[in-house]
């Protein structure tokens, strides 16, 4: 992976999850949805309760590191980089859920011979998933952006992570999270809201300038691919260059070896 290391954490300190076995967390939001869902007949909340626990890790990390970090802005930086984070892992992982169970609805009704089942409250929670996913998408792509333009006005490098959650358990400062760096997740993410609304809009322009125009069809046509190729290509570069300048190369980039706490041994290798 381009602009980012894999480290390992030196065996002789610990930092493995302490959290390994049944987790209460996902018991107690499995219940309440069941209850909004089953009791209240609210499924829509339910839905959104579910939904929300995907991302819940990355805000908490994003709390933690906007109120450990000695440098408020660059804490700051992180915390909105880290929301984005969660929606973008909201908005993939819900997704994945209602097309895997559209599938395999789809799969059981056709090995039994019959027609999917047309089940109307079925589709209006679907529906309302759905919803959720389109929110969740605009809300990560729009977040990314205000992260990235605060870290290329502070000139401030990010590592983005979900293991910072083992430094946040432990309380140790700063963060060495193993692992590749996830920040290009978020900003492919908000750079295909670029591209999806460039394109849309050199559609509806060159639509409206051949309207208006009395053009003919094929240049129309022609217009549209070439808005649409250049709009494209555009937003790759620019995902390249703000990977370029924005993404850490190691976690010692983003918060700086010379900030470890006193009391603070471990040591880490890179491969």
């Not at 076995?21 to 007949?41: E, Q, S």
């Not at 499924?43 to 000695?70: C, E, H, Q, T, Y």
């Not at 908005?91 to 059981?108: E, H, N, Q, W």
């Amino acid at each position: 992976m381009r602009r980012s290391e894999v480290f390992e954490i030196d065996p002789t300190h610990d930092r493995s999850d302490p959290r390994v076995g049944f987790r209460w967390d996902w018991l107690l939001v499995v219940t309440a949805a069941w209850v909004l869902f089953d009791i209240f007949t609210e499924p829509v909340l339910a839905v959104a309760i579910a939904s929300f626990k995907f991302g819940w890790n990355d805000f908490v990390n994003g709390l933690w590191l906007r109120s450990r970090d000695p440098d408020r802005k660059r804490g700051h930086t992180h915390f909105i980089f880290y929301c984005a984070a969660a929606f973008w892992r909201i908005t993939v992982t819900t997704f994945v859920i209602v097309v895997a169970g559209l599938v395999i609805t789809g799969l059981i009704a056709g090995l039994r011979g019959q027609q999917p089942p047309n089940n109307p409250a079925g589709w209006h929670i679907t529906g309302m998933t759905m919803f959720i996913v389109c929110v969740c998408f605009v809300l990560s792509s729009l977040t990314s952006w205000i992260a990235m333009l605060l870290a290329w006005r502070r000139r401030h490098k990010v590592w983005l992570h979900t293991d910072v959650r083992l430094d946040r358990l432990y309380k140790l400062w700063p963060p060495r999270p193993e692992g590749n760096n996830q920040l290009s997740r978020v900003i492919t993410s908000s750079m295909i809201f670029l591209g999806v609304g460039s394109i849309v809009f050199c559609i509806v322009a060159m639509a409206s300038a051949a309207n208006k125009a009395n053009a003919p069809g094929t240049w129309l046509v022609v217009s549209m691919i070439g808005g649409m190729f250049v709009a494209a290509a555009l937003t790759l570069v620019l995902r390249e260059r703000a990977l370029k300048s924005l993404a850490a190369i190691s976690p010692f980039e983003a918060w700086p070896e010379a900030e470890i706490d006193s009391d603070d041994e471990s040591i880490w290798v890179t491969d």
